[in-house]
């Protein structure tokens, strides 16, 4: 069974920086993407971010472009993202996704349903 665990979550101030991991087991395979999302207070989920597990394909929602960054350390599954100039609308709910396979066809980094596993989510607090 795939599980996903989100940490690095927390209080930053308006301009500031946070560092989120998402802890990725139990893939029998390869997998086609993790993803990260996010959900503000009354707002719907959206994509942010996303990484291929095939190669260093990335994908950058255009509100974080320049400004996030994702990664991924193979030997543990552990899929990194930096946020920096972080701002008080950032304040949401993060969570990665996973979407296993090897064959992937098109990849729809933006898409939460095309994802099958999802963590429980890491609060990120941005005070103005």
């Known amino acids: 069974q795939v599980q996903l665990v989100e940490s690095g979550g927390g209080l930053a101030h308006s301009g500031g920086s946070l560092r989120l991991s998402c802890t990725a087991s139990g893939f029998t395979s390869n997998y086609c993407a993790i993803g990260w999302f996010r959900q503000a207070p009354g707002k719907e989920r959206e994509g942010v971010s996303a990484i291929s597990g095939s190669d260093d394909s990335t994908y950058y929602a255009d509100a974080v472009k320049g400004r996030f960054t994702i990664s991924r350390n193979n030997d543990n599954n552990i899929i990194f993202r930096q946020m920096s100039d972080l701002g008080p609308e950032e304040t949401a709910v993060y969570f990665c996704?996973?979407?296993?396979?090897?064959?992937?066809?098109?990849?729809?980094?933006?898409?939460?349903?095309?994802?099958?596993?999802w963590g429980q989510g890491t609060q990120v607090t941005v005070s103005s």
């Open positions: 996704a996973a979407r296993p396979g090897v064959y992937c066809g098109t990849m729809y980094y933006s898409d939460e349903g095309w994802y099958d596993y």
